[in-house]
Protein backbone atom coordinates (compact mmCIF):
# COMPACT_ATOMS: atom_id res chain seq x y z
CA UNK A 1 0.00 0.00 0.00
CA UNK A 2 1.81 3.44 -1.34
CA UNK A 3 0.90 6.23 1.08
CA UNK A 4 3.03 8.54 0.40
CA UNK A 5 0.29 11.33 -0.58
CA UNK A 6 -0.47 10.86 3.69
CA UNK A 7 3.03 12.26 4.36
CA UNK A 8 3.45 15.32 1.85
CA UNK A 9 3.95 18.49 4.24
CA UNK A 10 1.03 21.08 4.47
CA UNK A 11 1.44 24.82 5.00
CA UNK A 12 -1.40 26.92 5.58
CA UNK A 13 -0.96 30.52 7.55
CA UNK A 14 0.12 29.41 11.07
CA UNK A 15 0.04 25.57 10.10
CA UNK A 16 3.21 24.08 8.68
CA UNK A 17 2.58 20.35 8.81
CA UNK A 18 5.64 17.70 8.68
CA UNK A 19 2.03 15.19 7.13
CA UNK A 20 -1.42 15.26 6.07
CA UNK A 21 -2.23 13.25 9.44
CA UNK A 22 -4.78 15.02 12.31
CA UNK A 23 -4.97 13.69 15.52
CA UNK A 24 -8.63 14.16 15.94
CA UNK A 25 -10.57 15.86 19.09
CA UNK A 26 -11.95 13.09 21.05
CA UNK A 27 -13.37 14.22 24.69
CA UNK A 28 -11.22 12.09 27.64
CA UNK A 29 -12.71 13.43 30.81
CA UNK A 30 -8.98 13.26 32.90
CA UNK A 31 -9.07 16.52 33.72
CA UNK A 32 -10.13 17.17 37.21
CA UNK A 33 -11.76 20.44 37.76
CA UNK A 34 -11.41 21.11 34.14
CA UNK A 35 -7.51 21.54 34.28
CA UNK A 36 -5.47 19.18 32.16
CA UNK A 37 -2.58 17.54 34.16
CA UNK A 38 0.79 16.17 33.51
CA UNK A 39 -0.73 12.66 31.97
CA UNK A 40 -2.73 14.91 29.89
CA UNK A 41 0.33 16.55 28.21
CA UNK A 42 2.48 13.09 28.41
CA UNK A 43 -0.78 11.46 26.29
CA UNK A 44 -0.65 14.36 23.47
CA UNK A 45 3.32 14.55 23.40
CA UNK A 46 3.55 11.00 23.00
CA UNK A 47 1.30 11.25 19.91
CA UNK A 48 3.65 13.77 18.45
CA UNK A 49 6.87 11.75 18.86
CA UNK A 50 4.53 9.19 17.25
CA UNK A 51 4.43 11.18 14.18
CA UNK A 52 1.51 13.06 13.92
CA UNK A 53 1.44 16.33 12.00
CA UNK A 54 -1.37 18.19 13.46
CA UNK A 55 -2.84 17.03 17.20
CA UNK A 56 -6.38 19.01 17.78
CA UNK A 57 -7.20 18.46 21.94
CA UNK A 58 -10.13 17.39 23.20
CA UNK A 59 -12.96 19.47 23.26
CA UNK A 60 -11.99 22.36 26.10
CA UNK A 61 -14.60 24.69 27.07
CA UNK A 62 -15.19 28.51 27.05
CA UNK A 63 -15.30 30.72 30.19
CA UNK A 64 -19.35 30.58 30.77
CA UNK A 65 -20.78 29.07 33.42
CA UNK A 66 -22.32 26.42 31.99
CA UNK A 67 -20.42 25.53 28.63
CA UNK A 68 -19.48 22.18 30.36
CA UNK A 69 -21.62 18.94 31.66
CA UNK A 70 -18.74 17.28 33.33
CA UNK A 71 -16.56 18.36 35.97
CA UNK A 72 -13.37 16.43 34.11
CA UNK A 73 -13.50 18.23 30.63
CA UNK A 74 -11.04 20.73 30.99
CA UNK A 75 -11.44 24.57 30.70
CA UNK A 76 -9.48 26.76 27.95
CA UNK A 77 -9.79 29.30 30.97
CA UNK A 78 -8.18 30.21 34.19
CA UNK A 79 -4.92 30.50 35.22
CA UNK A 80 -4.56 26.74 36.39
CA UNK A 81 -6.22 25.18 33.52
CA UNK A 82 -3.91 27.59 31.18
CA UNK A 83 -1.01 26.98 32.37
CA UNK A 84 -1.97 23.08 31.97
CA UNK A 85 -2.58 23.81 28.33
CA UNK A 86 1.05 25.61 28.71
CA UNK A 87 3.28 22.19 29.57
CA UNK A 88 0.91 20.21 26.39
CA UNK A 89 1.75 22.77 23.68
CA UNK A 90 5.42 22.92 25.32
CA UNK A 91 5.75 19.05 24.98
CA UNK A 92 3.71 18.79 22.17
CA UNK A 93 6.34 21.48 20.13
CA UNK A 94 9.25 19.41 21.81
CA UNK A 95 7.93 16.04 20.04
CA UNK A 96 7.71 17.59 16.79
CA UNK A 97 4.35 18.03 15.82
CA UNK A 98 1.85 20.82 15.87
CA UNK A 99 -1.46 21.71 17.88
CA UNK A 100 -4.38 23.51 18.44
CA UNK A 101 -7.28 23.29 21.01
CA UNK A 102 -10.65 22.73 20.07
CA UNK A 103 -12.68 25.17 21.64
CA UNK A 104 -16.55 24.46 22.91
CA UNK A 105 -19.34 25.30 24.34
CA UNK A 106 -21.43 22.22 25.03
CA UNK A 107 -24.81 24.36 24.98
CA UNK A 108 -28.03 22.19 26.18
CA UNK A 109 -27.10 19.14 27.71
CA UNK A 110 -28.18 16.07 29.54
CA UNK A 111 -27.29 16.08 33.23
CA UNK A 112 -24.23 14.10 33.66
CA UNK A 113 -24.48 10.91 35.24
CA UNK A 114 -23.02 11.37 38.14
CA UNK A 115 -25.62 14.00 39.00
CA UNK A 116 -22.88 16.57 38.47
CA UNK A 117 -24.46 20.18 37.51
CA UNK A 118 -22.96 23.43 36.40
CA UNK A 119 -23.55 26.06 39.18
CA UNK A 120 -26.04 27.91 36.27
CA UNK A 121 -28.77 26.23 33.70
CA UNK A 122 -27.62 24.68 30.35
CA UNK A 123 -27.77 27.59 27.94
CA UNK A 124 -29.08 27.31 24.02
CA UNK A 125 -31.01 29.12 21.17
CA UNK A 126 -33.60 27.49 23.09
CA UNK A 127 -34.36 24.81 25.99
CA UNK A 128 -33.98 22.00 23.64
CA UNK A 129 -31.81 19.59 23.23
CA UNK A 130 -33.04 17.88 21.09
CA UNK A 131 -36.88 17.41 19.70
CA UNK A 132 -39.11 16.88 23.11
CA UNK A 133 -36.44 17.27 25.19
CA UNK A 134 -35.62 20.17 26.96
CA UNK A 135 -32.99 21.05 30.07
CA UNK A 136 -31.78 24.35 30.24
CA UNK A 137 -32.82 28.01 29.29
CA UNK A 138 -32.98 30.37 25.76
CA UNK A 139 -29.88 32.63 25.70
CA UNK A 140 -30.60 36.28 26.50
CA UNK A 141 -28.58 38.56 24.13
CA UNK A 142 -26.31 39.80 26.48
CA UNK A 143 -25.48 35.74 27.29
CA UNK A 144 -24.73 35.75 23.39
CA UNK A 145 -22.24 38.75 23.36
CA UNK A 146 -21.06 37.32 26.58
CA UNK A 147 -20.72 33.78 24.67
CA UNK A 148 -18.86 34.96 21.62
CA UNK A 149 -16.72 37.25 23.92
CA UNK A 150 -15.79 34.40 25.54
CA UNK A 151 -14.85 32.30 22.26
CA UNK A 152 -12.77 35.21 21.07
CA UNK A 153 -10.67 35.20 24.65
CA UNK A 154 -10.11 31.61 24.58
CA UNK A 155 -8.96 31.76 20.69
CA UNK A 156 -6.26 34.77 22.31
CA UNK A 157 -5.14 32.92 24.53
CA UNK A 158 -4.40 30.08 22.67
CA UNK A 159 -2.34 32.10 20.35
CA UNK A 160 -0.48 33.67 23.61
CA UNK A 161 0.14 29.95 24.97
CA UNK A 162 2.28 29.34 21.78
CA UNK A 163 -0.67 26.60 19.54
CA UNK A 164 -0.33 26.88 15.95
CA UNK A 165 -4.36 27.13 15.32
CA UNK A 166 -7.47 26.72 16.88
CA UNK A 167 -10.38 24.66 16.06
CA UNK A 168 -14.10 25.97 17.06
CA UNK A 169 -16.57 23.24 17.62
CA UNK A 170 -19.65 23.77 15.48
CA UNK A 171 -20.60 20.24 15.65
CA UNK A 172 -22.30 17.20 16.87
CA UNK A 173 -25.05 19.12 18.64
CA UNK A 174 -23.59 21.25 21.01
CA UNK A 175 -24.07 24.65 21.33
CA UNK A 176 -23.11 26.66 17.73
CA UNK A 177 -24.31 23.35 16.02
CA UNK A 178 -27.49 23.90 18.31
CA UNK A 179 -28.51 27.48 16.61
CA UNK A 180 -27.48 26.04 13.38
CA UNK A 181 -30.66 23.03 13.57
CA UNK A 182 -34.33 24.69 13.36
CA UNK A 183 -35.58 21.81 15.77
CA UNK A 184 -33.06 23.07 18.66
CA UNK A 185 -33.42 26.75 17.47
CA UNK A 186 -36.75 27.95 17.74
CA UNK A 187 -35.61 32.02 17.84
CA UNK A 188 -38.07 34.64 15.87
CA UNK A 189 -34.68 37.15 16.55
CA UNK A 190 -32.05 38.02 14.11
CA UNK A 191 -30.13 34.17 15.54
CA UNK A 192 -32.90 32.29 14.31
CA UNK A 193 -34.47 32.10 10.69
CA UNK A 194 -36.44 29.27 8.69
CA UNK A 195 -33.54 28.74 6.47
CA UNK A 196 -30.56 27.70 7.44
CA UNK A 197 -28.16 30.25 6.12
CA UNK A 198 -30.21 32.70 8.20
CA UNK A 199 -29.51 30.23 11.33
CA UNK A 200 -25.87 30.68 10.82
CA UNK A 201 -25.26 34.03 12.41
CA UNK A 202 -24.02 33.26 16.03
CA UNK A 203 -21.42 31.20 14.44
CA UNK A 204 -20.87 33.55 11.98
CA UNK A 205 -20.32 36.33 15.18
CA UNK A 206 -18.14 33.70 16.91
CA UNK A 207 -15.79 33.07 13.79
CA UNK A 208 -15.86 36.89 13.20
CA UNK A 209 -14.65 37.50 17.01
CA UNK A 210 -12.11 34.74 17.29
CA UNK A 211 -10.75 36.28 14.33
CA UNK A 212 -10.49 39.80 15.17
CA UNK A 213 -8.46 38.26 18.27
CA UNK A 214 -5.72 36.08 16.84
CA UNK A 215 -5.29 38.43 13.61
CA UNK A 216 -5.29 37.17 9.87
CA UNK A 217 -2.39 34.89 9.41
CA UNK A 218 -3.41 32.86 12.29
CA UNK A 219 -4.99 29.09 10.65
CA UNK A 220 -8.59 28.83 12.03
CA UNK A 221 -10.83 25.76 11.33
CA UNK A 222 -14.21 24.81 12.37
CA UNK A 223 -15.84 21.24 12.82
CA UNK A 224 -18.90 20.88 11.25
CA UNK A 225 -20.98 17.78 10.86
CA UNK A 226 -24.58 17.31 9.19
CA UNK A 227 -25.65 14.49 11.31
CA UNK A 228 -26.85 14.11 15.15
CA UNK A 229 -26.41 12.05 18.08
CA UNK A 230 -29.64 11.63 18.09
CA UNK A 231 -30.47 11.64 14.43
CA UNK A 232 -27.32 9.69 12.47
CA UNK A 233 -29.20 10.00 9.26
CA UNK A 234 -29.64 13.90 9.81
CA UNK A 235 -28.27 16.37 6.82
CA UNK A 236 -28.44 19.90 8.12
CA UNK A 237 -28.18 20.71 4.33
CA UNK A 238 -30.27 18.83 1.77
CA UNK A 239 -28.52 19.43 -1.43
CA UNK A 240 -25.44 20.90 -2.65
CA UNK A 241 -27.01 24.55 -3.09
CA UNK A 242 -28.10 24.49 0.81
CA UNK A 243 -24.76 23.00 1.85
CA UNK A 244 -23.33 26.54 -0.31
CA UNK A 245 -25.67 28.37 2.01
CA UNK A 246 -24.41 27.26 4.71
CA UNK A 247 -21.10 26.99 4.49
CA UNK A 248 -19.97 30.40 2.53
CA UNK A 249 -20.76 32.77 5.62
CA UNK A 250 -18.81 30.49 7.91
CA UNK A 251 -15.95 31.29 5.25
CA UNK A 252 -16.67 35.01 4.61
CA UNK A 253 -16.35 35.55 8.63
CA UNK A 254 -12.46 34.23 8.48
CA UNK A 255 -12.17 30.20 8.44
CA UNK A 256 -9.45 28.77 6.62
CA UNK A 257 -10.50 25.30 7.28
CA UNK A 258 -13.32 23.37 7.10
CA UNK A 259 -13.47 19.65 9.35
CA UNK A 260 -16.16 17.79 8.22
CA UNK A 261 -16.99 15.01 10.53
CA UNK A 262 -19.12 12.03 9.30
CA UNK A 263 -19.37 8.52 10.74
CA UNK A 264 -17.80 6.79 7.71
CA UNK A 265 -15.45 9.09 5.62
CA UNK A 266 -15.71 6.78 2.60
CA UNK A 267 -19.84 7.88 2.11
CA UNK A 268 -20.98 9.70 -0.33
CA UNK A 269 -22.56 12.92 0.87
CA UNK A 270 -25.58 12.99 -1.72
CA UNK A 271 -26.76 11.30 -4.68
CA UNK A 272 -25.05 11.85 -8.34
CA UNK A 273 -21.37 11.70 -6.53
CA UNK A 274 -18.96 9.66 -4.80
CA UNK A 275 -17.85 12.97 -2.75
CA UNK A 276 -18.27 12.94 0.90
CA UNK A 277 -18.38 15.90 3.19
CA UNK A 278 -15.40 16.86 2.75
CA UNK A 279 -14.94 16.34 -0.56
CA UNK A 280 -18.37 18.70 -1.07
CA UNK A 281 -16.81 21.61 1.21
CA UNK A 282 -13.87 21.71 -0.78
CA UNK A 283 -15.56 21.90 -3.83
CA UNK A 284 -18.30 24.30 -2.98
CA UNK A 285 -15.95 27.23 -0.79
CA UNK A 286 -12.22 26.10 -2.42
CA UNK A 287 -10.99 25.96 0.85
CA UNK A 288 -8.31 23.14 2.49
CA UNK A 289 -10.91 20.73 4.56
CA UNK A 290 -10.01 17.75 6.66
CA UNK A 291 -12.34 14.51 6.35
CA UNK A 292 -12.36 12.03 9.26
CA UNK A 293 -14.86 9.51 10.05
CA UNK A 294 -14.01 5.61 10.50
CA UNK A 295 -10.26 6.00 9.38
CA UNK A 296 -8.65 2.55 9.37
CA UNK A 297 -11.12 0.47 11.37
CA UNK A 298 -13.81 -1.68 10.28
CA UNK A 299 -16.63 -0.01 12.70
CA UNK A 300 -18.07 3.38 13.37
CA UNK A 301 -16.89 5.38 16.68
CA UNK A 302 -20.87 5.57 18.05
CA UNK A 303 -20.56 1.36 17.71
CA UNK A 304 -17.45 1.74 19.62
CA UNK A 305 -20.05 3.09 22.95
CA UNK A 306 -22.32 0.40 22.04
CA UNK A 307 -19.24 -2.24 22.76
CA UNK A 308 -18.77 -3.34 19.62
CA UNK A 309 -14.94 -3.50 18.97
CA UNK A 310 -13.16 -2.78 15.58
CA UNK A 311 -10.38 -4.33 13.57
CA UNK A 312 -7.44 -2.47 11.12
CA UNK A 313 -9.11 -2.15 8.15
CA UNK A 314 -7.74 -1.05 4.37
CA UNK A 315 -6.30 2.72 3.73
CA UNK A 316 -6.72 2.05 0.08
CA UNK A 317 -9.77 4.03 -0.28
CA UNK A 318 -8.75 7.03 1.64
CA UNK A 319 -4.95 7.20 -0.29
CA UNK A 320 -7.32 7.34 -3.23
CA UNK A 321 -9.25 10.56 -2.04
CA UNK A 322 -6.40 11.95 -1.14
CA UNK A 323 -4.56 11.24 -4.22
CA UNK A 324 -7.90 12.76 -6.29
CA UNK A 325 -7.77 15.39 -4.03
CA UNK A 326 -11.12 15.25 -2.27
CA UNK A 327 -9.66 17.29 1.18
CA UNK A 328 -6.59 17.86 2.31
CA UNK A 329 -6.15 16.86 5.43
CA UNK A 330 -7.08 13.37 7.32
CA UNK A 331 -8.12 13.18 10.54
CA UNK A 332 -7.52 9.72 12.99
CA UNK A 333 -9.53 9.05 16.29
CA UNK A 334 -9.70 5.71 17.85
CA UNK A 335 -6.28 4.21 15.74
CA UNK A 336 -4.45 6.82 17.63
CA UNK A 337 -6.39 6.78 21.14
CA UNK A 338 -5.47 3.35 21.36
CA UNK A 339 -1.62 3.16 19.47
CA UNK A 340 0.35 6.37 20.04
CA UNK A 341 2.21 5.38 17.33
CA UNK A 342 0.01 4.47 14.72
CA UNK A 343 1.42 6.97 12.35
CA UNK A 344 4.60 5.73 12.35
CA UNK A 345 3.49 2.51 11.76
CA UNK A 346 1.62 3.45 8.82
CA UNK A 347 4.27 5.55 6.87
CA UNK A 348 7.21 2.52 7.97
CA UNK A 349 4.32 -0.07 6.22
CA UNK A 350 4.16 -1.94 9.95
CA UNK A 351 0.52 -2.67 9.46
CA UNK A 352 0.66 -6.15 10.62
CA UNK A 353 1.56 -4.21 14.12
CA UNK A 354 -1.90 -2.02 14.01
CA UNK A 355 -4.38 -2.85 16.65
CA UNK A 356 -8.08 -2.69 16.90
CA UNK A 357 -9.74 -0.89 19.06
CA UNK A 358 -12.49 -1.52 21.82
CA UNK A 359 -14.28 0.45 24.15
CA UNK A 360 -12.02 -0.41 27.41
CA UNK A 361 -9.59 1.77 25.16
CA UNK A 362 -12.12 5.20 26.46
CA UNK A 363 -11.44 4.12 30.13
CA UNK A 364 -7.87 4.76 30.10
CA UNK A 365 -5.31 7.72 29.14
CA UNK A 366 -1.90 5.96 27.75
Same mark, same amino acid.
Given at each position: MNTDSLFKPFSLK???????? *?? %?????????? $???????AEYYAKRA??????ILSEGTVINRPSSSADPNIPHFYGD???AGWQKVINDVHAAGAQMGPQIWHQGIMENHTSGWT???????PSALQRPGFENGVPMTDAAIADTIAAFGQAAADAKALGFDTVEIHGAHQYLIDQFFWDATNNRTDIYGGKTLAE????? *?? *???ETRKRVGEDFA?????????? %? %?????LAKNESEMEQWLTP?? /? %? $?? /???????????????EGSDLNFAGWAKKITGKATISVGSVGLDGDFFGAFAGQSSQP?????? *???MDRGDFDLIAVGRPLLSDANWVEKIKNNRTDELKGFSKEALAELV
Open positions: TLNTKNRI *VM %APMTRSFSPD $GVPTDAVAGEVGLQALPSTPFEGRTRFA *VE *VIKLIIRLSQFKP %A %AYDFKLV /D %A $GI /DILHCSQRRFWEPEFSSLDEL *VRR
